[in-house]
Every structure is written in C-alpha cells, then in structure tokens.
DNA sequence: GCCAACGTTGGC
DNA sequence: GCCAACGTTGGC
C-alpha cells in the first residue's frame, strides 16, 4: 500500500464536493501533467491519498482511498491522459495547513514544500503518520 | 493581483 | 532534438 496527495483548488473541486459522491467516489480528471498521470498509473486499489486544499485555504483537510486504478480520463478524448477513481474516507479533526508543515523540519523534504506545482505526488509513511498526528487522526 | 517556477508546445 | 515562447499553477 502506497500514500498519495492529491491537490485541488476548492473552488473547482472541494472536500465536501468530494464527500458528497459518497462510497461511489468520482474520476480525480482534469490532469494534464505527466509526473502527476505516471504516478496515478501506479496507484493500487486501497491506496490511501490525503485531500489538500491549495490557494485559499492552503491544508491538508481529509483522507481519501483509491478505488479504481488509472483508466482514460472521460474528460478529454485525448488518449494519453488517465485518471483514478477516489472517494472520501474521513476529514481530518484538524486541517494540518502549509504553514504547519513548512514549520516541522520532518516535512522540509515533502514535495509540497520543494515542488508546489505538482498536483499529484507520493507521500513517505514516515510523513503519512506524522500529518495524521498533526491533524489528530486517531484510526 | 503579481510573479516565480515550471511544464508544454511548436518552430526551426 | 533543441530551445524560445507561452500558459498555468499556486504561494504570497
């Protein structure tokens, strides 16, 4: 089992838009960026991802699972783009904000904090526990 | 709203 | 296959 994040602007695309789907869950579509596609196409079914907020409000505020591995993205025809399926598992009790995590030298290494842009990237174990411990995750 | 960083596109 | 131009993202 792997870690993910998953980056999205909530004005586009939220946590409660995201919760609202339910145990259905929806495409994570609309990627147009190679590392992010190449790193979905890794994805397994049952992959945990944490749900980050960008622009506005800047945090990491709930826990997603994969449940579809990478097929076409039904939002282009285009072939070379994919996309999986995920659904809303918890919020977190406390959103751990960029802020948080740019102060706690374990999370200096984080591509959120050395490659912002990046919309979909892996996260170690090591720093999956310690934003859950951040944002009082208990399970 | 600005700007830096970065990724993609397209001309050569 | 290189590189300049351009577009987009996201933090500030």
Same mark, same amino acid.
């Given at each position: 089992?792997?870690?993910?994040?998953?980056?999205?602007? *909530?004005?586009?695309?939220?946590?409660?838009?995201? !919760?609202?789907?339910?145990?259905?869950?929806?495409?994570? &579509?609309?990627? %147009? #960026?190679?590392?992010a @596609? #190449?790193f979905? /196409?890794?994805?397994?079914?049952?992959?945990?991802?944490?749900?980050y +907020?960008?622009?506005?409000?800047?945090?990491?505020?709930?826990?997603?699972?994969? $449940?579809?591995?990478? +097929?076409?993205?039904?939002?282009?025809t285009?072939? %070379?783009?994919?996309?999986?399926?995920? %659904?809303?598992? /918890?919020p977190? *009790?406390?959103?751990?904000?960029?802020?948080? $995590?740019?102060?706690? *030298? %374990?999370?200096?290494d984080m $591509?959120?904090? @050395? #490659?912002?842009?990046?919309? !979909?990237?892996?996260?170690? *174990?090591?720093?999956?526990?310690? $934003? /859950?411990?951040?944002?009082? &995750?208990?399970?």
């Amino acid at each position: 089992m792997a870690f993910w994040l998953f980056k999205s602007e *909530p004005s586009t695309w939220g946590w409660d838009q995201q !919760v609202a789907k339910g145990d259905a869950g929806e495409e994570w &579509d609309g990627v %147009r #960026n190679y590392q992010a @596609r #190449n790193f979905m /196409r890794t994805m397994t079914k049952g992959d945990l991802g944490f749900f980050y +907020h960008s622009q506005t409000e800047k945090a990491v505020v709930g826990i997603i699972e994969v $449940i579809a591995e990478a +097929h076409p993205d039904s939002t282009t025809t285009d072939d %070379r783009w994919e996309c999986v399926d995920i %659904r809303a598992v /918890r919020p977190l *009790p406390r959103p751990v904000t960029l802020d948080e $995590i740019k102060s706690d *030298p %374990r999370l200096a290494d984080m $591509i959120l904090v @050395r #490659n912002s842009r990046l919309s !979909v990237q892996p996260v170690t *174990p090591t720093e999956w526990e310690i $934003i /859950r411990e951040l944002g009082g &995750d208990a399970s």
